[in-house]
């Protein structure tokens, strides 16, 4: 064999091991998040230095989503990849870009290892796992305390006749409001409001059949969350214009807010939070079983593994290397301050010293086992829009029976759907 042909032989066998040894790796633009994957990153690095990550945040577009689709188009898409929200996650599924995890070596052994059995549920899509959940941000109701106190309440309010009660107490029309019941306009509002509303009625039940692709709200529960917030827009309980920041100014009794919110409250008005907040779930109706857990909305996102990738069982081995290690968890709630998803977060002592000089993210972290992911439909941006402007948009303008609004919005959404 002439020196020639050797040579390129044993580079292209040079350049095969040098690329099984390489994948891409981008995770979301949040300073945070940078810095703790920077971290694990260079432990890994330290323990498998045969190994190259190519990693770098999502690139700069008008959203994650379209930076991601765009690099996929062009053929220079990551092979790892994290910030997947589940709308996104159906659109890939569909388009058939995503490994299924579920059929991954050691994945069910990894999903006990991180106490997640549940959680990993909600994020199925015809049964099979294509995300790995990574936080979950429960939605919360904060309440002002030391208003509540002043009008007699030892707690917050818990049934939608509470409510009532509350807001007869405290509102005035145009000036001062009981509850935010609508987030605002966007399409991604309704998670934070409707959607929200409707897993605390109705015990964490799905609000579309993404198997039969069908609106589920079209029912007596649907009536009385619309019936609940119609009532609050035509007594003037509520409403979509209020001020800046009411929740803080004393105008208004409880809103919905994430975790994320509660740095900004602590450093913006100190004496509002966390002193005078009571944090809930959110009110559900009158006959809801006092012996029930009361559900939420968590806003959750994920990594994915693309099918693009020539090194799956590598970027897999990187995954379960990262999660089956509770201290990676522990360190991520420390620099992100958002719980990652693990039903035990509340009970196990490697998260305790965090949560007892943090009581507000304790809350949180208790909410996990019932915060349910939204649902994974690639078509969530037109579904949510038609909830807009069928639903919420004639509910607060009070234009239309409840009746009328639900079965309009469902007629819509199936339409969308079929």
């Known amino acids: 064999m002439k020196m020639a042909t050797v ?5 292209v066998f040079l350049c095969a091991s040098l690329w099984s040894a390489t994948f891409t790796f981008w995770t979301a633009p949040n300073p945070n998040q940078e810095a703790f994957w920077k971290r694990v990153i260079e432990d890994w690095k330290a323990e498998r230095p045969d190994v190259v990550i190519n990693w770098r945040t999502i690139p700069a577009a008008a959203s994650s989503e379209e930076a991601i689709l765009n690099a996929i188009a062009t053929g220079r898409g990551p092979d790892l990849c994290t910030n997947i929200f589940s709308g996104f996650a159906a659109q890939l599924i569909e388009a058939q870009q995503l490994v299924e995890l579920s059929k991954l070596d050691g994945f069910h052994d990894l999903i006990a290892t991180r106490k ?5 549920l909600g994020w199925q899509f015809q049964e099979k796992s294509y995300v790995f959940p990574i936080y979950s941000n429960p939605m919360l109701f904060w309440w002002r305390s030391d ?5 007699g309440y030892d707690q917050p309010p818990r049934t939608y006749s509470e409510v009532y009660d509350l807001a007869e107490r405290f509102a005035v029309p145009r000036e001062k409001f009981a509850i935010e019941f609508l ?5 991604w509002d309704r998670w934070f409001d409707f959607v929200t509303f409707f897993y605390a009625a109705t015990g964490g039940q799905p609000y579309i059949d993404i198997n039969r692709n069908r609106a589920l709200f079209g029912d007596d529960r649907g009536k009385e969350i619309l019936t609940f917030g119609l009532t609050l827009f035509q007594k003037g309980w509520t409403s979509m214009d209020m001020m800046d920041n009411p ?3 004393g105008h208004l009794l409880g809103q919905l807010q994430g975790p994320w919110e509660m740095p900004r409250a602590e450093q913006i008005f100190p004496k509002v939070f966390p002193g005078n907040i009571w944090m809930s779930m959110p009110p559900v109706p009158d006959d809801y079983p006092e012996d029930q857990p009361v559900y939420t909305f968590a806003d959750t996102k994920g990594l994915v593994i693309f099918k693009n990738s020539r090194n799956i069982d590598l970027v897999w081995d990187f995954v379960k290397w990262v999660f089956s290690n509770e201290e990676y968890d522990r360190l991520w709630m420390e620099m992100t301050n958002m719980p990652p998803v693990r039903s035990d977060i509340a009970i196990n002592p490697l998260f305790q010293d965090i949560l007892e000089k943090n009581p507000g993210l304790k809350a949180y972290a208790e909410a996990i086992p019932y915060a349910i992911p939204p649902a994974l439909t690639p078509r969530t941006i037109e579904v949510q829009d038609a909830m ?6 004639p509910l607060s303008l009070q234009r239309g029976t409840v009746d009328d609004i639900l079965r309009r919005v469902v007629r819509e959404i199936n339409a969308i759907l079929f």
């Open 7 to 11: 040579f390129a032989l044993v580079l």
């Open 147 to 151: 208003i509540l106190q002043d009008l």
């Open 183 to 187: 987030k605002g306009r966007n399409w």
């Open 247 to 249: 929740l803080y100014t």
């Open 388 to 393: 807009t402007v069928y639903m919420t948009e």
């Open 116 to 120: 997640m059995e549940e959680a990993i």
